[in-house]
Antibody, heavy 117, light 110 residues
């Protein structure tokens, strides 16, 4: 079974770039999965950020599209999220997940990123 | 973009009771694209139901999903103590390709 683990800075300054990595174990990132990022502000609901497939195709949430890049590093079996021009509204728990057949099947445990000076 | 509205916001029930959670879409959706998740405090969401009615691997058969068109339901036949959590419905849209979630229903112990 695929396992996912997020990592990255827990604190980012306003106007900076949030960068997270999701390490994939128990399987190759070069499979039929799409690889997604989802976030959840404290005490609020879930928001899908975007997904990547084999490093060649991306889909992004239109509300975040201008600020988001999701990429794959096949050599490290991991994928990454970059979110630019962050504000306090981007403070959230960020999850990585597998997206396949219209569902988000496997999830990482999540990592809290706080945007603050 | 499809908007999913879940009701009720909070549902208070006792162990052993039946829980019925609703998810209404702003327009008719294909059942294939409808899923349900359970989230407990401090944990990641867990996939329960996909394709509106298929249970994910390892999900007990007290969980069932149903519905079509704009109205979908998650039913928990007999509540166990571990079932008290927040539940989200999710839709996959194709134009543009994206996942959207309902706002969640909190199932709490009465």
């Amino acid at each position: 079974q695929v396992q996912l683990q997020e990592s990255g800075p827990g604190l980012v300054k306003p106007s900076g770039t949030l960068s997270l990595t999701c390490a994939v174990s128990g399987g190759s990132i070069s499979t039929s999965h799409w690889w997604s990022w989802v976030r959840q502000p404290p005490g609020k609901g879930l928001e899908w950020i975007g997904e990547v497939y084999l490093g060649e195709n991306n889909n992004y949430n239109p509300s975040l599209k201008t600020r988001v890049t999701i990429s794959i590093d096949k050599s490290k079996n991991q994928f990454s999220l970059k979110l630019s021009s962050v504000t306090a509204a981007d403070t959230a728990v960020y999850y990585c997940a597998t997206s396949r057949l219209y569902m988000l099947e496997h999830w990482g445990q999540g990592t809290l990123v706080t945007v603050s000076s | 973009e499809i908007v999913l509205t879940q009701s009720p916001g909070t549902l208070s029930l006792s162990p052993g009771e039946r829980a019925t959670l609703s998810c209404r879409a702003s327009q008719s959706v294909t059942s294939t694209y409808l899923a349900w998740y359970q989230q407990k405090p401090g944990q990641a969401p867990r996939l329960l139901i996909y394709g509106a009615s298929s249970r994910a691997t390892g999900i007990p058969d007290r969980f069932s999903g149903s519905g079509s068109g704009t109205d979908f339901t998650l039913t928990i036949s007999r509540l166990e103590p571990e079932d008290f959590a927040v539940y989200y419905c999710q839709h996959y849209g194709r134009s543009p390709p994206m996942y959207t979630f309902g706002q969640g229903t909190k199932l709490e112990i009465k």
